[in-house]
């Protein structure tokens, strides 16, 4: 079953609403994987409720062999990120990798992981890797976007990273009928926003045939 983002009519709600995040999973890299997971090392590891997006970019942090290494040195400002977001750096638990307990995403979790999708829908890029997840980040208001900014790494400067890396790595090839998936969630707004019109002349035209003349 689908998750949905939830998102506030400030924020161009059906471009990120309508887009799955767990269906999508399958799409993630292993290496994009490996930050979720780490997210949720981070959240277990501070006794927190949710995984919010500080918890994921602490979780990027982990990668230091991830794709955009070369784009943005996450790896070298593991301590800066975390203190500018006021992620404690000492566990709030005891054994926080020895505790077995489902930790849901958060609302800014979910909208992370919603525009992660939007992010790679717009590169063509089936694949959803670790600088889809950090350009996420960066496309809407919260701390750890406001980190990210303080430490000189801006939404523009990671997408112009992202393709100059995309031209000498390549990503892998998408699995049978991935394009034909990805193609269809690029175009989700635009059909909701057809649906939408439709259903509107719909009433339009029952409006006028039940009206008396």
Same mark, same amino acid.
């Given at each position: 079953?689908?998750?949905?983002?939830? @998102?506030? /009519?400030?924020?161009?709600?059906?471009? @990120?609403?309508?887009?799955?995040?767990?269906?999508?999973?399958?799409?993630?890299?292993?290496?994009?994987?490996?930050? *979720?997971?780490?997210?949720? &090392?981070?959240? &277990?590891?501070?006794?927190?409720?949710?995984? %919010?997006?500080?918890?994921? #970019?602490? $979780?990027?942090?982990?990668?230091?062999?991830?794709?955009?290494?070369? *784009?943005?040195?996450?790896?070298?400002? %593991?301590?800066?990120?975390?203190?500018?977001?006021?992620?404690?750096?000492?566990?709030?638990?005891?054994?926080?990798?020895?505790?077995?307990?489902?930790?849901?995403?958060?609302?800014? $979790?979910?909208?992370?992981?919603?525009?992660?999708?939007?992010?790679?829908?717009?590169?063509?890029?089936?694949?959803?890797?670790?600088?889809?997840? +950090?350009?996420?980040? #960066?496309?809407?208001?919260?701390?750890?976007?406001?980190?990210?900014?303080?430490?000189?790494?801006?939404?523009?400067?990671?997408?112009?990273?992202?393709?100059?890396?995309?031209?000498?790595?390549?990503?892998?090839?998408?699995?049978?009928?991935?394009?034909?998936?990805?193609?269809?969630?690029?175009?989700?707004?635009? +059909? @909701?926003?057809?649906?939408?019109?439709?259903?509107?002349? %719909? /009433? #339009?035209?029952? @409006?006028? #045939?039940?009206?008396?003349?």
């Amino acid at each position: 079953m689908a998750t949905f983002a939830t @998102v506030a /009519f400030d924020q161009r709600p059906l471009r @990120v609403y309508f887009a799955p995040v767990l269906p999508t999973f399958e799409r993630y890299t292993d290496k994009a994987k490996r930050a *979720i997971y780490f997210a949720r &090392n981070e959240a &277990n590891h501070r006794d927190a409720e949710s995984i %919010t997006p500080e918890h994921i #970019l602490a $979780g990027l942090t982990w990668e230091s062999e991830s794709t955009f290494a070369g *784009i943005a040195p996450l790896n070298d400002l %593991t301590i800066t990120l975390r203190v500018q977001m006021g992620l404690p750096r000492l566990p709030t638990t005891s054994f926080p990798y020895l505790r077995d307990r489902e930790i849901a995403l958060n609302d800014g $979790g979910k909208m992370s992981l919603a525009y992660a999708v939007e992010e790679a829908n717009r590169d063509w890029q089936y694949w959803i890797d670790c600088e889809h997840l +950090l350009r996420g980040l #960066l496309r809407f208001a919260n701390p750890a976007k406001g980190a990210l900014e303080q430490a000189g790494i801006s939404l523009g400067s990671v997408r112009s990273g992202s393709r100059l890396h995309s031209r000498s790595h390549p990503s892998r090839p998408a699995p049978k009928w991935g394009y034909l998936k990805l193609g269809m969630n690029r175009s989700r707004p635009v +059909l @909701v926003w057809l649906a939408f019109l439709g259903l509107f002349l %719909t /009433f #339009l035209i029952l @409006v006028r #045939l039940i009206a008396p003349s």
